[in-house]
T-cell receptor, first 113, second 114 residues
Framework: QKEVEQNSGPLSVPEGAIASLNCTYS??????FFWYRQYSGKSPELIMS????GDKEDGRFTAQLNKASQYVSLLIRDSQPSDSATYLC?????????????FGKGTTLSVSS | EPEVTQTPSHQVTQMGQEVILRCVPI?????FYWYRQILGQKVEFLVS????????KSEIFDDQFSVERPDGSNFTLKIRSTKLEDSAMYFC????????????FGPGTRLLVL
């Protein structure tokens, strides 16, 4: 059974702080990793993808991947109230189109002003 | 910016009825997907579709479900005889294909089975 685990939260941070979201996955051969943001009642919105060990930065967001530890994280710098949402970690076992994304349950982030 | 669209946004049906959910994927994308999310639960993969064939399906995607690309733009999910437990948000997604496996999601159809 392929699993993606996330702490459901809520994770509460003050405006301007760094939010750190974590995800572990069970299948060692997983190759593609994605972070999606989901506002209540809305669809998943892609934030970042990462495929190689190390860090990948995009604006205020940094994704970190450690395949040896089967761990992927998302850092949000200078958190804003508009970042308040559920953050979904998703894994694709194969780095190819047409294959399933396996999602975690998501971590709810609350940024207070 | 191109996006995936879905209709209807909400659908209410009686148990045992057939429903068809519609999606228009991003125009140059080749792979299409359906996912569902039961209220309060995680997003679950149902099926992927490429070149007019199912390429992968999950255990959830049983004989009650079918998918079709009836023309050059639409992609549909049919549930033949709905059950109460089919009540969920259904998301269509598409990806470019080849090296572009990132999946982009539509806004979803909220299905309520009474």
């Amino acid at each position: 059974q392929k699993e993606v685990e996330q702490n459901s939260g809520p994770l509460s941070v003050p405006e301007g702080a760094i939010a750190s979201l974590n995800c572990t996955y069970s299948d060692r051969v997983s190759q593609s990793f994605f972070w999606y943001r989901q506002y209540s009642g809305k669809s998943p919105e892609l934030i970042m993808s990462i495929y190689s060990n190390g860090d990948k930065e995009d604006g205020r967001f940094t994704a970190q991947l450690n395949k040896a530890s089967q761990y992927v994280s998302l850092l949000i710098r200078d958190s804003q109230p508009s970042d308040s949402a559920t953050y979904l970690c998703a894994v694709n076992i194969f780095r190819q189109a047409g294959t399933a994304l396996i999602f975690g349950k998501g971590t709810t982030l609350s940024v207070s002003s | 910016e191109p996006e995936v669209t879905q209709t209807p946004s909400h659908q209410v049906t009686q148990m045992g009825q057939e429903v068809i959910l519609r999606c228009v994927p991003i125009s140059n994308h080749l792979y299409f997907y359906w996912y569902r999310q039961i209220l309060g639960q995680k997003v679950e993969f149902l099926v992927s579709f490429y070149n007019n064939e199912i390429s992968e399906k999950s255990e959830i995607f049983d004989d009650q479900f079918s998918v079709e690309r009836p023309d050059g733009s639409n992609f549909t999910l049919k549930i033949r005889s709905t059950k109460l437990e089919d009540s969920a948000m259904y998301f269509c997604a598409s990806s470019e294909g080849l090296a572009g496996e990132t999946q982009y999601f539509g806004p979803g159809t909220r299905l309520l089975v009474l």
